[in-house]
């Protein structure tokens, strides 16, 4: 090989291993063999993630929570990192709150029963008309045995546990119920979940009188706190990171009842008569089960439709803002 070739091939043989660490600078990566053939990104390109606000005062329903104490100051911020980084989750709840608030704090105030129990539906159900393991379904998560107990029709046609109105009023009984029992709101917010029976037992057996004092199970124990955290974030949400526009949230949408006291062969045909589809009248009228309404008896019904125009999303803006 001539002394030019040999030149010519060190020179070609440098320039490739400049090149190679060039390649491996820019996209930055580790030489192949270390710890991770990936290296990390630089730590400034890394959203901050930031420990929660913890407020130095807090209440519910006007009763004082003992943030002096270490286990509900740190229970208090799980449920507050929970909520304030499960980003989509909580979101969609500002979204659906502003659709169904309304509804619920006009029949809490009829029934003097504190707004902070609008954020109970909120963790029993996340506002959707979901069912439990345990068979409660609704806003409020209503027993079959609860429901009925307090009035409410629950069959294979008719399940009023999904009509928000009437599920509101049941749990403003129970909840005044509970009130009545205990003198606190808190513990009454505690029976809601584990039930009175237990609540009592347990106060008694621990020789306690308030809910922060309780050792319960872990869903009872995360239940208040759950409240808490999203009575925190919903009244200050841009100090959790939520920054959102009115507009931005589901508006809410005029409705007119109809009053039925007969059979509804087809609730198909009933919500065509009536200029809406069939999806829209089950979405205002969940507690319909069936594709038709039985009314042997010829009860009393008020079947919800929205007003006309009002399905257009265009509309409702225009309304919501007018408001």
């Given at each position: 090989?001539?002394?030019?070739?040999?030149?010519?091939?060190?020179?070609?043989?440098i320039?490739?291993?400049?090149?190679?660490?060039?390649?491996?600078?820019?996209?930055?990566?580790k030489?192949?063999?270390?710890?991770?053939?990936?290296?990390?990104?630089?730590?400034?390109?890394?959203?901050?993630?930031y420990?929660?606000?913890?407020?130095?005062?807090?209440?519910?329903?006007?009763?004082?929570?003992?943030?002096?104490?270490?286990?509900v100051?740190?229970?208090?911020?799980?449920?507050?990192?929970?909520n304030?980084?499960?980003?989509?989750?909580?979101?969609?709840l500002?979204?659906?709150?502003?659709?169904?608030?309304?509804?619920?704090?006009?029949?809490?105030?009829?029934?003097?029963?504190?707004?902070?129990?609008?954020?109970?539906?909120?963790?029993?159900?996340?506002?959707?008309?979901?069912?439990?393991?345990?068979?409660?379904?609704?806003?409020?998560?209503?027993?079959?045995?609860?429901?009925?107990?307090?009035?409410?029709?629950?069959?294979?046609?008719?399940?009023?546990?999904?009509?928000?109105?009437?599920?509101?009023?049941?749990?403003?009984?129970?909840?005044?119920?509970?009130?009545?029992n205990?003198g606190?709101?808190?513990?009454?917010?505690?029976?809601?979940?584990?039930?009175?029976?237990?609540?009592?037992?347990?106060?008694?057996?621990?020789?306690?009188?308030?809910?922060?004092?309780?050792?319960?199970?872990?869903?009872?124990?995360?239940?208040?706190?759950?409240?808490?955290?999203?009575?925190?974030?919903?009244?200050?949400?841009?100090?959790?990171?939520?920054?959102?526009?009115?507009?931005?949230?589901?508006?809410?949408?005029?409705?007119?009842?109809?009053?039925?006291?007969?059979?509804?062969?087809?609730?198909?045909?009933?919500?065509?008569?009536?200029?809406?589809?069939?999806?829209?009248?089950?979405?205002?009228?969940?507690?319909?089960?069936?594709?038709?309404?039985?009314?042997?008896?010829?009860?009393?019904?008020?079947?919800?439709?929205?007003?006309?125009g009002?399905?257009?999303?265009?509309?409702?803006?225009?309304?919501?803002?007018?408001?």
């Amino acid at each position: 090989m001539s002394k030019n070739k040999f030149i010519c091939l060190i020179l070609v043989v440098i320039l490739s291993i400049l090149a190679i660490v060039f390649i491996f600078q820019a996209f930055g990566l580790k030489e192949v063999g270390g710890d991770n053939d990936i290296k990390r990104p630089d730590r400034r390109q890394i959203p901050p993630v930031y420990n929660v606000l913890i407020p130095k005062k807090l209440n519910f329903c006007g009763e004082p929570v003992p943030m002096d104490m270490f286990l509900v100051r740190e229970f208090l911020e799980r449920e507050l990192t929970s909520n304030s980084y499960f980003h989509s989750s909580t979101l969609m709840l500002f979204k659906r709150t502003n659709r169904w608030f309304p509804i619920i704090e006009t029949i809490l105030e009829k029934n003097n029963i504190p707004l902070d129990f609008k954020y109970l539906a909120v963790i029993e159900s996340n506002l959707e008309n979901s069912v439990s393991p345990a068979g409660a379904a609704g806003f409020w998560q209503i027993l079959p045995t609860t429901a009925r107990e307090y009035g409410l029709e629950v069959n294979n046609g008719i399940d009023e546990r999904y009509h928000l109105e009437k599920a509101t009023e049941v749990a403003c009984k129970y909840l005044q119920k509970s009130f009545d029992n205990y003198g606190s709101w808190t513990l009454a917010a505690a029976a809601y979940n584990a039930g009175n029976t237990k609540i009592t037992k347990s106060l008694s057996e621990q020789l306690v009188d308030n809910y922060y004092d309780l050792l319960l199970n872990q869903e009872t124990e995360r239940y208040i706190f759950r409240i808490l955290a999203i009575k925190t974030i919903f009244e200050n949400p841009k100090q959790y990171g939520f920054y959102f526009e009115n507009r931005e949230l589901f508006p809410p949408i005029p409705t007119r009842n109809i009053e039925v006291n007969q059979t509804i062969p087809s609730l198909v045909n009933f919500a065509q008569e009536n200029k809406i589809t069939y999806k829209v009248l089950k979405y205002f009228n969940p507690w319909l089960r069936k594709e038709s309404l039985p009314n042997n008896s010829k009860k009393t019904y008020y079947i919800k439709v929205p007003l006309e125009g009002y399905t257009n999303y265009s509309k409702l803006l225009r309304a919501d803002q007018l408001d």
